[in-house]
């Protein structure tokens, strides 16, 4: 695959935006003077182009989030249609675009799970799933893994496990990490699944016993985590976690915020897993990033504690008409078009081989793993030692001549640390997806460059 024609653009339009956007514009997880963002001049379905006319498959979904790709009609007609009607109301009324995504999410959630607390995103999501179990526990500690993201807000960054915590840690908060599996990297010492799950189980367990099951309000945990890595958890796992929270009293929070509405070929991924939680995050794909949307999904029983009792917290944009009336017709469209059981295809299909012939024919390659359209190709220096190509936390110059040269051949691809994820729009052609991964097939020739 190479860059299509270029499309015809107002050039001076956006180098002005650029220009406007390097005066004025912080970035979010970035030095300001070493950044050059690419400008977007247009985007649909699964492409976008950029200031100077180039066209880009987008294989990122941004921030992994476009799940339904760009411009859908249906959703840009009902976001239109609803501004016409009502923009704006406060969340305390009652309003069709937030009840019928009430019902629409929630009919998704297994049974006895009947509502939702709506919020502008997924960091907010965790941190108000927090708040809930807290409250309805009268506990304080929440227990959250090692290489996880879970938002950056305040809370929400000091559950997370990964770097970008390290900043922003604040002991007081009341988040103990804990090692989850993770097989191809395992801190257990574990050469098997099932040698895997079993350790971190008796990890956690030491872990809740040693830091006062009394004490802790919540375990959250990413089904699939994302950014982290895109590592699923080895049979049995989430089985067993749902048993300890259960034996110990803990509300057991899954982050579906990336992996959920269709992202790993069901509509949530706990489903693949044989487990309910008593809470759910969500965001991203629940509109597509159209309009800023989370929210939590509660159990009956946990709602129960706020009958007559207030709950103290609340947003001025909670369930905001624009965000809920976009969530509708993402849903619907979704469902229409089979959105969720295309991923599956795409995943099994197509992604998932063409990842296992790059692992066997490309030295660079150390592991691939996923499923729907949610997967990792962890590059490496070495196959045997698993020598990461970028260490943990940072960046290399084999992971940026790599990259530039994915984007090179018209892609736009979705990197952190030594990985290089997959994740385009659920709805992408079958061609686009093969395309897609032939450039990084070629790209890896770069990477391959580095090994030893």
């Known amino acids: 695959m190479s860059k299509g024609a270029l499309m015809n653009i107002d050039l001076d339009d956006a180098a002005r935006t650029y220009e406007l956007d390097r005066a004025h514009v912080f970035h979010s997880w970035s030095a300001q003077a070493q950044i050059n963002p690419m400008t977007i001049t247009r985007a649909e379905g699964s492409h976008v182009w950029d200031g100077e ?16 790709g760009h411009q859908h009609p249906t959703v840009i007609q009902a976001i239109k249609d609803q501004a016409d009607s009502i923009a704006t109301i406060a969340p305390s009324h009652a309003v069709k675009p937030r009840s019928e995504a009430a019902a629409l999410i929630t009919g998704l959630a297994p049974d006895g799970m009947d509502y939702v607390f709506f919020t502008n995103g997924g960091a907010d999501a965790n941190e108000n799933a927090v708040r809930l179990a807290r409250l309805h526990t009268g506990r304080q500690k929440v227990l959250s893994a090692y290489r996880s993201f879970h938002g950056a807000t305040s809370l929400a960054v000091n559950l997370t496990g990964d770097p970008r915590r390290i900043p922003n840690d604040i002991p007081g908060e009341g988040v103990v990490h ?7 990297r395992s801190h257990f010492g574990t050469d ?32 699939i985590p994302g950014t982290a890595g895109i590592y699923a958890p080895p049979p049995g796992y989430l089985e067993g976690v749902r048993e300890l929270t259960r034996k110990y ?12 509405f269709g992202r790993s070929g069901s509509w949530f991924a706990f489903e693949q897993f044989n487990v309910v939680p008593d809470l759910i995050t969500f965001a991203k794909g629940v509109n597509s990033g159209y309009v800023p949307l989370g929210g939590v999904i509660m159990s009956n029983e946990i709602k129960k504690t706020f009958d007559d009792r207030v709950f103290p917290g ?11 009336a976009a969530a509708v017709a993402t849903i619907k469209a979704m469902r229409d078009e089979e959105m969720v059981e295309n991923a599956a295809r795409l995943g099994d299909e197509i992604i998932r081989p063409a990842l296992e012939k790059m692992h066997a024919n490309h030295p660079s390659v150390g592991d691939v793993r996923g499923r729907g359209c949610f997967w990792a190709i962890e590059l490496v220096k070495n196959k045997e030692t698993r020598e990461p190509l970028a260490p943990y936390g940072a960046t290399s110059e084999a ?14 691809p979705f990197a952190n640390f030594n990985r290089i994820h997959v994740v385009p729009p659920l709805n992408t052609s079958d061609e ?20 030893e």
């Open 249 to 260: 009293g803990i509300m057991y929070i899954a982050d579906e915020v990336m992996a959920g």
């Open 314 to 324: 609340g947003l001025t944009y909670s369930g905001h008409p624009l965000a809920t």
């Open 53 to 68: 006319g180039r066209k880009f498959l987008d294989f990122s979904s941004q921030l992994v989030n476009t799940n339904i």
């Open 399 to 412: 992971m940026n001549a790599t990259i530039a040269k994915i984007k090179e051949y018209g892609v736009l």
């Open 192 to 223: 098997s699944e099932q040698d895997e799950t079993e350790r971190a189980l008796r990890h956690l367990e030491d872990v809740i016993v040693l830091e006062g099951a009394q004490n802790i309000a919540a375990l959250i945990l990413e089904t």
């Open 432 to 451: 686009d997806v093969a395309a897609g991964l032939d450039a990084i097939d070629r790209a890896l020739d770069v990477a391959d460059t580095f090994t």
């Open 178 to 184: 804990f090692f989850p599996p993770h097989t191809y």
